[in-house]
Structures are given as structure tokens and as C-alpha cells.
């Protein structure tokens, strides 16, 4: 009797442990599942792109080929979109940037009663659909003589991502401690200088994420320089690539998987590119001791 009961209790300590593994298990299943489901569609892509008949089915093709990279790495279709995709994000983002450190900055150094009421403004600009406004944004930009213009879409971009970036801006920023623009203020920097010396370059990962989420929501939105540019020579990428889909249902899915290869490659060396500021955390240890 007393040997049961001490091989019932050795036995029992071990059912915790068995239901974590389960429990691991199909954590890991589920894990699984949502990995493949985010391959299967770049391996489709990366696949097609060298499968002279690509179609929708994922599979190996029967024989590589670069045709389809011949036939969509020409100025129409290729290299003129990249270059406006590249004048509209990147002055977009850029403008981005330096209004949200510049709103940011008074929300997150100085307290007011009006802090609280804007900031919750700011987040509901950003649940705000953009579709919602689009009409009057384009008989604004009708009257101002902006509609067409790269600048115009530029002004536009960085409006449409700015509450967001001002709102990741100010708690980023409300981690630097103030102790170090204080001293900095006793010999003799400005705000602005203080701004630019010491609380940006110390909240360096904080403006990685901005740029990159400010970049990327620009490089991808289709509908903005749709509604906003008329010229043919002048649409992004992410609105050349609807050429592909013709007007019966057609695509051309070996050309389709090259060019959109090539339209994913300058965000993914963004990211390599600053990855390790992403990484990094505040280089503030020991700066506020002593």
C-alpha cells in the first residue's frame, strides 16, 4: 500500500510538466501554421519569377528562366515608377520625420493641460480612413493647384502618416532623461540645439522606427498618388503594377512575381540597412550618474 501511494506521488509531479509540453507543442503547431502561411505566397513569388509559365500553383518550375525579368526591367515599366516611388516616400518620409521630432518635442518636455486633449486627438486622426477624406483632400488640391504635382503628394504623405509618427515620436522621446539637456542648457544650448545633439541622437532607435514604419506605409499605399497624380509618367510603383492585371481577368503572373520582387527589395535593404538600430536599446546607461 505505501508503494502505491509513493509511486502515485513520484508520478504526480510529472503531469505539470506533460501538459507544458502539450502546451509548447501546440504553441509551436500554431506557430507553425502561421509561418507557412506567410512563405507559401514569397516562395509563389520568388518561384514564378524564373517559371516562364508561372501560374498560380506554388511548384518548381520546369526550367529557370530570366525573361521575365528582361521583359519588365525597362524605364516604363520598371525604372522611371521606382524613381517616383523614390522621390514621393523618401521626401515624404523625410518631411515625416522632422515634423514629428518638432511637434514631439514640447509634448514630451513640457507639461500643459492641452497635452492630454491633443494626443488623444492625434490618436484618433490615425484610426481616421483615409478614404474618408480623399474627396475634399482633392478639391483642396484642385483649387491650391497641387493636384498632379509630386509636391502636393509629398505634403499629403507626410500629413496622412504624421499623427502616428508624432504619437511613436513622444514616448520614444519621453525616455531620454531631461537631467541631460538641463546641463547642457547651463552651458549655454538651446532647445532646438539640445533637440538635435543629444535627445535625437540618443533616441536613434526611436527615429529608425518612425522612418522605416513612415517609408513603408508610403511605398505600399496605392490609393493617395492614384487620386492625386493624373500623369501617366509620374505614377509609383505601387500603382504601375496594377498595368499587369489587364481587362478581362488576364495577368501576367511570371512578369507580375519579377516586378513585385524588385518593388519589395528597396524597403527589405531599408530595414537590413537600420536593423541594428532597431535592435539597439537607449545608450544611457551611466549617463545620468555621477
Known sequence: MSATKSAGSARAPR?????????RLAADAGLLVAACAFVLPLAWVVLSSF???????????DGLTLDNYDKVLTPEITFTPLL???LLCGGGTLLTVVCAALAAYPLSRYRSRLNRPFMLTILFATSLPITAIMVPVYALFVRVDLIDTMQGTIFFFAASQLPFAIWLMKNFMDGVPKDLEEAAWTDGASSFQSLLRIVLPLMGPGVAVVTVFSFVMMWGNFFVP???LLTPEQ???????????????????GQLAAFSLLYSTPVILLYVL??????????LGGAVKG
Do not use: C, Q, W
Open 226 to 228: 492614384f487620386m492625386l
Open 51 to 61: 517559371d516562364p509559365e508561372a501560374d498560380l500553383r506554388v511548384r518548381l518550375p
Open 274 to 283: 537600420i536593423s541594428r538600430r532597431l535592435g539597439g536599446g537607449f545608450a
Open 84 to 86: 517616383n516611388s523614390f
Open 235 to 253: 505614377m509609383p510603383a505601387s500603382v504601375s503594377i496594377n498595368d499587369f492585371f489587364g481587362n478581362k481577368g488576364t495577368v501576367v503572373y
Open 15 to 23: 503531469t505539470p510538466r506533460s501538459r507544458r509540453r502539450r502546451h
